[in-house]
């Protein structure tokens, strides 16, 4: 009779590499625990606006560059015409409408939770990876260690097969360390700084972004509560609930927008930061996901309004699809379309968009 001596086979993991320093880390602290790793660059957007060059090919090379420090396979999908579809157009028709989307959370719920995952899993991977700052366990999301870093805000449309898939090998670090890492590892992307602005373009505001689809209507600002014109604006569409810089309206008081009539196209605001206008203790949301569970009513939650918005302690109540968010503490600037997201400690249950 022989014996064998059987090694484990190491699961293979496919990490979503951006080019940046928190997906380079996450695939080195993935390869250095034993996974067979494979970085994945999702080409999601390519395009170039005039006077506005999207960095796409600079973040492809920087992620090949770690993949071979790493000495690890790597891979490219092309994931141009779902992104544009379910990301891009969904959010451009939005700001048509009058609200204010988050294309984060559309492009985690669609592209990196839903496409990439079973693309990767099509092609041999057991599980995927990203650079989120957020933790899972059991497939309950929960939020990141580092409170200045938490992205769980932008995941809570994913679904629990897909987190029991997934890996955030950086939700117990601090941003601090990750640099650290990255540095110690002598990672050619170790100083690259943190991208701003919009998640498939960068360096660009949403409105710089939506004048190359949208066409500029001049319009009034008028104050709320005199009905007083007090300057011009060009498209209430740029424009979003509690908004304060932009407006072009000189001397006093700041004026912040409290609502809009996309039908007219009037900003209205108010320089009363205490406006009742302004603030909200009732929410309501529709289009709700829960992750497992849905929150019971005679509970107390916290829940927040927007990406690295207070926490509030609240009561929520469902009917017929819709969710009413009951808060002890009023809100300022709540605007349609924006994500409300339910947590029980540092479990994420879910959330909803915000209604007109």
Not at 86 to 96: P, R, S
Not at 240 to 258: A, D, E, F, N, S
Not at 308 to 332: F, Q, T, W
Request: proline share 4%.
């Amino acid at each position: 009779m022989y014996w064998y001596s059987i090694m484990p086979v190491s699961k293979s993991v496919f990490v979503g590499m951006s080019g940046g320093v928190d997906s380079s880390v996450t695939a080195a602290l993935l390869e250095g625990q034993g996974y067979r790793v494979t970085g994945v660059y999702m080409k999601n957007w390519t395009e170039d606006l005039p006077g506005m060059q999207c960095p796409w090919a600079e973040d492809l090379a920087d992620a090949k560059r770690v993949a071979v420090q790493l000495g690890i396979d790597f891979k490219v999908f092309d994931f141009q015409d779902e992104y544009r579809q379910t990301v891009v157009d969904y959010m451009i028709e939005e700001y048509k409408a009058g609200r204010t989307p988050n294309p984060d959370v559309m492009c985690n719920q669609e592209i990196k939770f839903k496409l990439f995952l079973k693309t990767a899993l099509a092609q041999g991977a057991d599980l995927i990876a990203t650079g989120h700052y957020a933790r899972v366990e059991s497939g309950q999301l929960l939020t990141g260690l580092d409170a200045s870093k938490d992205q769980s805000y932008f995941l809570y449309r994913v679904d629990r097969p897909a987190l029991e898939k997934t890996l955030f090998p950086l939700g117990s670090l601090k941003k601090t360390e990750v640099r650290r890492r990255a540095g110690e590892l002598n990672l050619v992307n170790a100083d690259k700084p943190d991208s701003q602005g919009i998640c498939f373009v960068g360096e660009i505001g949403i409105k710089d972004f939506l004048m190359h689809y949208v066409e500029s209507q001049p319009g009034e600002i008028v104050d709320i509560r005199t009905r007083e014109i007090l300057g011009e604006h060009d498209g209430a569409i740029f424009f979003t609930i509690g908004q304060r810089h932009g407006l072009g309206i000189g001397g006093g008081l700041p004026y912040y927008v409290v609502a809009k009539d996309m039908k007219k196209n009037i900003v209205y605001v108010t320089s009363n930061l205490d406006d009742k206008y302004l603030w909200k203790d009732e929410i309501t949301l529709d289009q709700l996901h829960w992750i497992s569970d849905e929150p019971v009513p005679s509970e107390t939650y916290q829940v927040r309004a927007r990406y690295r918005g207070p926490l509030v302690k609240a009561s929520i109540a469902i009917d017929d699809g819709r969710a009413v968010v009951k808060l002890r503490d009023a809100v300022r600037g709540v605007a349609a379309g924006q994500s409300v997201v339910v947590y029980d400690g540092d479990r994420v249950l879910g959330g909803g968009i915000v209604t007109a």
